[in-house]
Structure formats: structure tokens, C-alpha cells
């Protein structure tokens, strides 16, 4: 079946250092992956998508990577600022067109 | 207008009450959806509208009834609902291609007594 997930519920990072979040993926055939950002009380806000056919797409201090030999997808947050605390999700889009979601990483950044 | 709407922000009902959730863009996405999120856990789809029809229904109890009025709207009519459907209903729209980046709404913070 197809399954999306993250390896760490939480990610702990000192204001101002790089932020990692990774996601695994299941299935090799998904052609488009987003990150969305949810923070307490709100609804999930947009980060940034990637095609199967790129490995990396740069947004405003943001990195997605995609991996597809291995099946993995990585948020790249620079500069981390107290405004990044919040769950990130990640998604796929599955065989029917659905968007199936990762479990969620919450990241806390330490002032 | 780059925002879904939705209303109301909170709400409290009991199981045998009758009450909708509203949705509204005005992007021009032509689908739009219904999500219910728990407590620390993704959203899980309920219902996919494409082009004010709808497109799938992920087997969700007759007690959750959606409406398209128009290609702006989206309603969620709920009717004898359980206390375990108390959740964080969001609704989200995207251009036609039904998965895309899906834009979504502040969601409604629903509680049954």
C-alpha cells in the first residue's frame, strides 16, 4: 500500500542553525511531493512542491530534495527562526490522485 | 484572493443537533475538499469535489453530508454525529488536477457533546 512517512516525530534546533526533516516514501511511481508547515490552531500552509522529474527545488530559505532511488524526500529549513516552530508535513501524491500525508515532524527551535 | 475561508471557527454541538460547516474560495480552483485532522495526527480525506461534482468519498459515515452550491462553495451538513467525531475539520481547494497543491482553509474546530 502506499504509505508516506517521517523518521522523527521531533526535531529539536538552536535559532539560526540549518533544520533537516525527512520523509520516506513507498511508492516509486508518485510523481509529486509538497511540504506543508501547520502551526498550532491553524490550518496547513504551503511550503514548497517537487515533480519526480527534479531532484532539488530552492525556495525562500527553504531546500526540498527528492531522492527517488531510495524513496526519500528531505526539507532543507536555513536559518532556522523561532517563526519555523510548528509540524511539517509531507505528501504524496498517490496513484489515484489523492495527497497522502507522513505522519508529521514537529520542529521546536531552542532561542 | 489567495484564502479559503471557512466558518465557523469553533463549534459545539450535541449528538442529536443539525449544524453545517461552510467553505469559500475565490481563486478559481475548480476542486475542493474536506479533511478531518485529530490531535497530532495528518489530515485524513473525506471528500473530493471536482468541478462542483463528487469525485470521491473516502467511505465516510452517512452522518457527514457534503454540498458544492456553486464552484466557490463547499458544505459539510452534520447530523447525529458521535463524540469521537470531535476533530479539526479542514477544507482546502486546488486547481482542477485533483492532489496538487492544495491550498487549505484555518479549519473548524468542531466538539460533540
Known sequence: ????????????????DNSIINCAYSNSASDY???????SGKGPQFIIDIR????KRQGQRVTVLLNKTVKHLSLQ????????????????????GKLIFGQGTTLQVKP | DTEVTQTPKHLVMGMTNKKSLKCEQHMGHRAMY??????KKPPELMFVYSYEKLSINES?????????PNSSLLNLHLHA????????YLCASSRPVVGLKQFFGPGT????L
Open chain 1, 1 to 16: 500500500g502506499e504509505s508516506v512517512g517521517l523518521h522523527l516525530p521531533t526535531l529539536s534546533v538552536q535559532e539560526g
Open chain 1, 33 to 39: 511531493f509538497i511540504w506543508y508547515k501547520q502551526e
Open chain 1, 52 to 55: 519526480s522529474n527534479m531532484d
Open chain 1, 77 to 96: 529549513i536555513a536559518a532556522t527562526q523561532p517563526g519555523d516552530s510548528a509540524v511539517y508535513f509531507c505528501a504524496e501524491k498517490g496513484n489515484t
Open chain 2, 34 to 39: 474536506w479533511y478531518k485532522q485529530k490531535a
Open chain 2, 60 to 68: 465516510v459515515p452517512s452522518r457527514f453530508s457534503p454540498e458544492c
Open chain 2, 81 to 88: 454525529l458521535q463524540p469521537e467525531d470531535s476533530a479539526l
Open chain 2, 109 to 112: 474546530r468542531l466538539t460533540v
